[in-house]
């Protein structure tokens, strides 16, 4: 059970060769993220940040460039849990196009209470629905 959301590639996501400057690629994998905690984990950033006072950093993250993406381009980014603990997510993220890879990524993610600037629990709804969606062997 993966996520799945779109990008398009914009002005603002390129470099004057006129292909996805790579910190962008962050950007939109970020969004990407925000995305699956509002549609498929059930709780938005603004919720968690504004009234639950948590947050997901990503404190780990790898990626392989496989293909440029350029300007107009339409993405699919696919995100997979592989790993839940108690307050950590590994995931992997891939971003396609036009029939092949562009991107792909492994990321860690923490919950962390954001007043006490440390780790903890994730909420047990969002980890539930994190642990579904996880790729068994």
């Known amino acids: 059970m993966t996520f799945t959301t779109t990008a398009q590639v914009r002005f603002a996501h390129v470099d004057p060769a006129g292909i996805v400057f790579y910190p962008r690629y962050f950007e939109m ?7 699956w905690f509002a549609e498929a984990l059930g709780r938005d950033f603004r919720q968690m940040h504004l009234i639950d006072r948590i947050g ?5 993250l790898e990626a392989t460039f496989f ?15 592989l790993q839940v603990g108690r307050s950590s997510c590994t995931y992997a993220a891939v971003f396609s196009g036009d029939g092949r ?7 860690v993610l923490v919950c962390m209470n954001l007043d006490a600037q440390q780790s903890c629990p ?6 539930e629905r994190m642990l579904a969606g996880m790729v068994t062997a």
């Open 29 to 35: 994998l970020n969004g990407a993220v925000e995305d």
């Open 56 to 60: 997901v950093p990503t404190v780990k």
């Open 67 to 81: 293909s440029p993406s350029e300007l107009g381009d339409d993405l699919t980014i696919t995100i997979t849990p």
């Open 101 to 107: 890879d562009r991107l792909r990524a492994e990321g």
């Open 122 to 127: 994730w909420p047990e709804s969002v980890r």
